[in-house]
Each structure stands twice: as C-alpha cells, then as structure tokens.
C-alpha cells in the first residue's frame, strides 16, 4: 500500500520499485480513474431497470464480464497486462484474489439491494463512505496516518455529497434499511479497493478482474439461485441491460479503477470515487426524473472541489505492498 495523498507515514515499509511513477503514467490513472468513475455511475440505472432481482442482477454483472475479461487476459497489450510482463499466480496471490472476489460479491449484492429499497443518490452516497474505510484501514493494517490535505478534501468532497441528496436525504422511515444495506456496501467495497491495491504490486488488472470476477460470480450464484427472484431476463432488452452491466460497468469500470489503483494512492483513489453519486444523480435526474435543485447542483460543485483540494500536490506514490515477507 503507498501512502494515500497527504497521508504521513507511521512507520516505512521499502519495497522495490515496481511500478512506474512517470508523469505520463501518473496523468493516465487519473483519466482511467474518472473514465471508471463514469461507467460504474451508469450501473444504478442499470439495476434499477433489470429485469430480474438484485442478487440475480448482480451475479449476471460478475458472471457476464468473464468472457470479455478472458480475451483481455489471453491477448497481450497494456489492458491485459497493465504494461507489465506477466508473473506467476503465487498462494498468497490467491487468497487476496478469492478474498477481493468475496469483497465484491458483497459490494455487489448490499449495493444492489440498497437501490431498491431508497433513492439512487442515497445508494450511490452511503456506498461511496468507502474514504473513511479505506483511510481508516490503511491506519490500522499499515500506519498510514492521514494529513490535513487529505481530510480537508474528504470534509468537503462529503459535504457536497449530503448536499446533492437534498431532499432524498431523510434518516429512518422507510429508505433506512436501504441506506444501511449502502454502508454496507462501503466496507466490503472498501476491503476490496484495499485487496486490489495490493494485488497490483504484482498482477495486472485485467488479470485481477477476471479471478475475483469469478470468485464473485461463485459466491453470488447459489445466492441468486435460492433468492426466489427470476434467474432469466424476459427479453433481449432484459439481457442488454445486463450485458451492459457486465461489460461497461464491470469489465470496463471496474478494470479502469484497477488500472489506476497501480499509480495512484489507494485513499485518493477511493475519494475520487466520490465522482460517482454526482454523475450518478445526474444520470437519475435525466433517465429517471428524479429531481436536482440547486442544492444538488452546488453539492456536485463542493464534490469536485473537494476532489481537487485532495489531489493538490498529487505524486507518484510508492509502489503497493506485494508481500510482507518477500519481494518478488
């Protein structure tokens, strides 16, 4: 794990140079960040229209970006083997992927869940309280202490965030079982962010994303199959939306956040996300008619500053921890 932007560090942990910390490299995570950003905020829409239920829902997600994600792996380029040469599934590289695809399965599922029982800016924002986790784990798991920078970012990006709910925002009644089920869905999204951002030290991100989106799609399906809920879509409409899912949201989304997890810290990364519920709730705004006053708009304003405030001064970041008892 390299410090998060504006973080001190407690105690250094050296580890090689495995990553590289280029400018250019540096400018791509960031843009594979937002373009990630973007195509996971389609995904609330997506589930709110599926056919089918949302364990169903989600285990489709996972199990549908298999296929693309295995063309990734087997063809050679910067996707697939995210500008590094392939090295060898080690047993630890194992447990951290089936523990990132268990991560994810819960990700998936509280998430999915949390959209049909409260608003979609609800879903997106309590998901999206993966900073704190993620912050508050990189403290305990490896001393990282976070600065100033960093909070006075988070404070604002979330300020803006409970300003874009405007008047979604209602605790208890009948939306609180929704926004639990959204914490939720923050911790296991953030133990994930946590798993892939070491993982990276090694693997590359397509080669990431196929393993835990199999160990996801294993744990979700007899899940989905005892749900009760309709296993098959309906239509062709019903499989597009689901195929859309697994390949813009998850293949595509998810992979580009995997991508920039190599180059940028795990904490900004996490805070970036934030990006989500405002263009998520503008999404919702435009498909759905949920409505957006001007408190959301300048919410979605104190968001990007927020972003921005954090990203000050961003630097190439130490290379992730691979292993704590040898280099590779």
């Known amino acids: 794990m390299p410090p998060p932007l504006g973080y001190k560090i407690g105690r250094p942990v050296p580890r090689p140079p495995l990553i590289s910390g280029s400018p250019s490299a540096l400018r791509l995570a960031l843009l594979a960040l937002a373009v990630g950003a973007a195509c996971i905020a389609l995904s609330p829409i997506l589930v709110r229209i599926s056919e089918v239920g949302p364990t169903v829902t989600a285990f489709w997600r996972a199990a549908l970006a298999v296929p693309f994600l295995a063309v990734l792996v087997a063809g050679p380029g910067l996707v697939a083997g995210a500008g590094r040469a392939p090295r060898a599934i080690r047993p630890a590289d194992r447990w951290r992927l089936a523990a990132a695809g268990l991560f994810f399965a819960g990700d998936l599922a509280f998430w999915h869940w949390s959209i049909r029982f409260t608003s979609v800016a609800n879903a997106t924002l309590f998901a999206n309280f993966a900073p704190?986790?993620?912050?508050?784990?990189?403290?305990?798991?490896?001393?990282?202490?976070?600065?100033?920078?960093?909070?006075?970012?988070?404070?604002?990006?979330f300020a803006g965030a409970f300003c874009l709910l405007g008047e979604s925002l209602r605790i208890g009644g009948d939306r609180a079982l929704g926004d639990l089920l959204g914490i939720a869905t923050a911790v296991c999204l953030s133990s994930y962010l946590l798993a892939v951002r070491c993982l990276?030290?090694?693997?590359?991100?397509?080669?990431?994303?196929?393993?835990?989106?199999?160990?996801?799609?294993?744990?979700?399906?007899?899940?989905a199959w005892l749900s009760g809920e309709g296993f098959w879509p309906a239509t062709l409409a019903g499989w597009a939306v689901l195929v859309a899912l697994g390949l813009l949201s998850h293949a595509l989304g998810q992979g580009l956040i995997a991508y920039a997890l190599?180059?940028?810290?795990?904490?900004?990364?996490?805070?970036?996300l934030l990006l989500e519920p405002v263009l998520a709730a503008l999404f919702a705004w435009m498909w759905l008619g949920e409505g957006l006053g001007w408190p959301q708009w300048l919410g979605g304003v104190a968001v990007l500053a927020g972003i921005a405030v954090a990203a000050r001064g961003l630097r190439p970041p130490r290379p992730p921890i691979a292993d704590p008892a040898r280099r590779p």
């Open 132 to 157: 704190v986790f993620v912050a508050a784990g990189a403290w305990l798991m490896f001393g990282e202490r976070p600065g100033m920078r960093f909070l006075s970012g988070l404070a604002l990006a």
């Open 200 to 223: 990276r030290a090694r693997l590359g991100a397509a080669g990431i994303m196929l393993w835990t989106s199999l160990a996801t799609a294993a744990v979700l399906l007899p899940v």
């Open 262 to 272: 190599a180059h940028l810290p795990a904490g900004f990364s996490a805070l970036a």
